[in-house]
């Protein structure tokens, strides 16, 4: 298999990824599976925040709640160490054990060029390769350009390679 398909496939992959967490960050439906999520709302992690923002303020309207790090309920919070323990593994699932570079929405966005159309971008670029697997139709100026960065000559500089350098050379010798 030649380079191409497999870097169509990564960006495609790459790409679909960035939408998925993208969609999710941003509340659309993905039929991805929210249902660990100790909400009512589970369409979305947006969602999902909003209901618990919620809860917070009918808390602090009503003169707060108990503490249990235990179990999740309506009539309780957690603790402060126990909602950085969610999120931290919240987010350790969100990213997948992604390298600290590269765990967050701007991150990643940075990685792709903040290109909001990355894998047509990269397929467009891959297009404009040499390809050394199949024919391709370059313009004049995409073959000088090629010729010039692989050092090679046209071939209308080299002449008629058909052509008998025998009879050149006993032409000349006569």
Not at 4 to 24: E, H, K, S, Y
Not at 100 to 113: P, V, Y
């Amino acid at each position: 298999m030649s380079l191409r398909p497999l870097l169509d496939a990564l960006a495609t992959d790459i790409a679909t990824d960035v939408g998925l967490v993208t969609r999710l960050v941003t509340g659309s439906s993905l039929g991805t599976d929210l249902s660990g999520l100790n909400t009512t709302q589970k369409g979305s992690l947006v969602a999902a925040l909003n209901e618990l923002l919620q809860r917070v303020n009918d808390a602090a309207a009503s003169g707060g709640a108990v503490i249990d790090d235990s179990t999740a309920r309506t009539s309780t919070v957690y603790s402060s160490s126990k909602v950085v323990d969610v999120v931290t593994t919240a987010i350790a699932q969100v990213t997948a054990g992604a390298p600290g570079a590269l765990d967050t929405l701007d991150e990643l966005a940075a990685a792709l060029g903040d290109d909001p159309n990355f894998a047509a971008s990269i397929t467009t670029a891959l297009a404009n390769r040499l390809r050394l697997d199949d024919t391709q139709t370059l313009t004049e100026a995409q073959r000088a350009q090629g010729r010039a960065n692989l050092g090679a000559v046209a071939s209308a500089d080299v002449g008629d390679t058909t052509s008998s350098l025998v009879a050149v050379y006993r032409a000349a010798k006569s």
